[in-house]
């Protein structure tokens, strides 16, 4: 897939390591958690690290984009899941449709989430703390 412009980054701290939060992120993303191939309608599977990086791509007639969720060890503990949003928006329908997804604040709400979402499965999910 081509370059694409960059939009976003939207994260959040994960209080679970990196095995359990990448559990809640295919969970979260996959139908079926064990095959990353089966993401939602509208995207194909680009790339997958495990426990480190799932690039999710997708195209129609209004845009072309790119969903990165990236996960790293938190400092402070626990785990920080980045997503990443690239995108193009052809032509004179592709700038309406990006005014009408980007401008009007609905794929912050979205993208954050699908965040929120990722953090309550891992944290769902945690061994119990002896």
């Not at 060890?73 to 899941?81: E, N, Q």
Request: positive net charge; glycine residues 8%; contains cysteine.
């Amino acid at each position: 897939m081509e370059r694409l412009p960059y939009i976003d980054e939207h994260a959040i701290t994960v209080p679970a390591d990196r095995a359990a939060t990448w559990r809640a992120v295919l969970r979260t993303m996959c139908s079926n958690p064990d095959n990353p191939e089966t993401v939602p309608f509208g995207f194909a599977l680009e790339a997958v690290e495990q426990n480190e990086r799932l690039a999710l791509t997708g195209r129609h007639p209004f845009s072309i984009y790119r969903l990165i969720f990236l996960l790293d060890d938190d400092p402070a503990g626990g785990t920080r899941v980045a997503a990443q949003s690239w995108a193009a928006f052809p032509g004179f329908t592709g700038s309406i449709y990006r005014a009408l997804v980007i401008g009007s604040g609905g794929h912050r709400v979205v993208v954050g989430n699908i965040l929120k979402h990722i953090a309550r499965q891992a944290f769902s999910t945690r061994a119990p703390q002896r």
